[in-house]
């Protein structure tokens, strides 16, 4: 009999005890999270962060259309301004053949021709075997830039008031250099000539080829358009 006793006393307890979340304990729990979610209200949209710089256009864009378009004009007798010969892109390539002995130099040219051009190079690699110069297909052999708008314009008007004329013994580039369709490749035997290399890091002296692709369709137009654009022909 005082073992049921004691189990009825028990249930009775269990039955006056409040419930676990409901108007007990956890309902303080859920008026805290009602309080939040009615009191707080919508949350504010964060203020879009406006920027009061303004981009400024390289300096050859201007030249081309204020000076370069009208002397063309002239000198070709264009009707249509469309018509006019443009720099579509400047290719600058590093071809490294030591890379096949000495595989970091691809490391080090990487980092300069991103120094010089601003925009970060792809690494060229060997398309074919070749035994006599110990070439495998697929090794590292050179790095490559294309620049295009702002970026090629920037690098023309550097190249050419900057890096030509810091060139040993310098008389001009040559006017021989064209393709027969207007695309001038000038090769440069050492990459130092550019302020942006740093002569004390300099581990291996890297010649470069810098092409200028453009829209004309014949090489004195070509010519005529780097010329009126800076590049320093030699007269002969």
Known sequence: MADEEKKTEKSERKEKKPREGGEGGGGEKREKREKRKGDDGPREAAPKVVSNTTAIAPR??????KEVIPALVKQFGYK????VPRLQKIVVNMGLGAAVTNP???DAAVDELRAITGQKPIVTRSKKAIASF?????????????????????FLDRFVTLAL???????GVSRRAFDGKGNYTLGLKEQIIFPEINYDRIDVIKGLNISFVTSAKTDEEGRALLQHMGMPFRHA
């Open 80 to 83: 249509n301004p469309n018509q």
């Open 134 to 154: 110990k070439l495998r297909a697929g090794l590292p052999i050179g790095a490559m830039v294309t620049l295009r708008k702002g970026r090629m314009w920037e």
């Open 104 to 106: 970091k130099i691809i």
């Open 60 to 65: 050859f864009i201007n030249k081309y259309a």
């Open 165 to 171: 004329p810091r060139m040993r013994d310098f008389r």
